[in-house]
């Protein structure tokens, strides 16, 4: 209890403070237990959100504002590839947490680069290898969890309901945005990646004309730094090139179209750049 005259104010902030400490330290322990045993492996209740993905609807699925679930829908019948990618997205999400962390940005960087097929699976494991030495010099608390999902990026075998989401809640847990925010903004980026699995879509290889392969190759090789994120300008211009060669598919055209962000793993520029994907069918 304060003595006589001391003012409530400023005590209850310190134990505000020391909740809020011990709140992200109890959080950081459990996403350690989770890397240890090797992800996330089974449903659970993480901050209140019971995981239904495997029972998601079509509408659910494009409203969603809980990437978790949406991972669990995915379960089986992504690539690691895409996976992979959605994972990089989500972790750049944080890059501010990754100062002086050459070692755990430069994971980031290889799994993109593994994902296109250009780096080997020696190369991931040396970065892995470097990544966890630079996270276990690094203190509890949200820096850590950032490491550790950077450092995940680069782990394998990549699947939606352990891996992926273990590096997803590393970075809700090393946000500075709060968990609904972060979770809506990874929701989001899942389905730019994966789009609409109810709705496979495809485009007639006779649009692969020079012009749109060049612009797409394009789209997909500039991006922003250190987010990731795709130029908004070339992909409204991919949209143009691929209508002029004939695509018709307007979900197409119009995600190209769209504000995004859009980040690499974008569905419909894999498709414009005739880049093999998982058959995603929702069951």
Not at 18 to 43: C, D
């Amino acid at each position: 209890m304060p003595a006589f005259g001391q003012p409530l104010g400023p005590l209850r902030r310190r134990r505000g403070r020391r909740s809020a400490r011990l709140r992200e330290l109890s959080e950081t322990a459990w996403f350690i237990f989770a890397g240890r045993s090797g992800g996330i492996s089974s449903p659970m209740m993480i901050g209140g959100i019971a995981h239904r993905g495997k029972s998601m609807s079509e509408a659910k699925w494009l409203a969603s504002t809980e990437s978790d679930g949406l991972l669990f829908l995915l379960d089986g019948k992504a690539s690691e590839r895409e996976l992979r990618l959605f994972c990089c997205a989500c972790v750049r999400r944080v890059w501010y947490r990754l100062r002086r962390a050459d070692a755990s940005r430069r994971a980031v960087e290889v799994a993109e680069e593994f994902a296109d097929e250009q780096r080997t699976e020696q190369d991931l494991a040396h970065s892995l290898l470097e990544a966890e030495r630079a996270m276990e010099t690094a203190s509890l608390g949200k820096k850590q969890n950032a490491l550790r999902a950077a450092a995940w990026c680069v782990r394998r075998p990549m699947d939606a309901s352990s891996l992926a989401r273990s590096v997803a809640w590393g970075v809700v847990l090393a946000s500075q945005e709060a968990q609904d925010v972060e979770l809506a903004a990874q929701a989001h980026l899942l389905r730019d990646v994966f789009g609409n699995p109810f709705r496979p879509r495809s485009i007639d290889p006779v649009c692969h004309t020079p012009t749109v392969k060049a612009i797409a190759e394009a789209a997909y090789e500039e991006r922003t730094s250190p987010a990731g994120h795709l130029d908004l300008a070339r992909l409204a211009v991919l949209a143009d090139a691929l209508e002029e060669a004939g695509c018709t598919d307007a979900d197409i055209l119009s995600h190209c179209r769209e504000p995004g962000p859009h980040v690499r793993g974008c569905w419909a520029l894999d498709l414009a750049l005739g880049k093999k994907r998982a058959p995603l069918i929702a069951s």
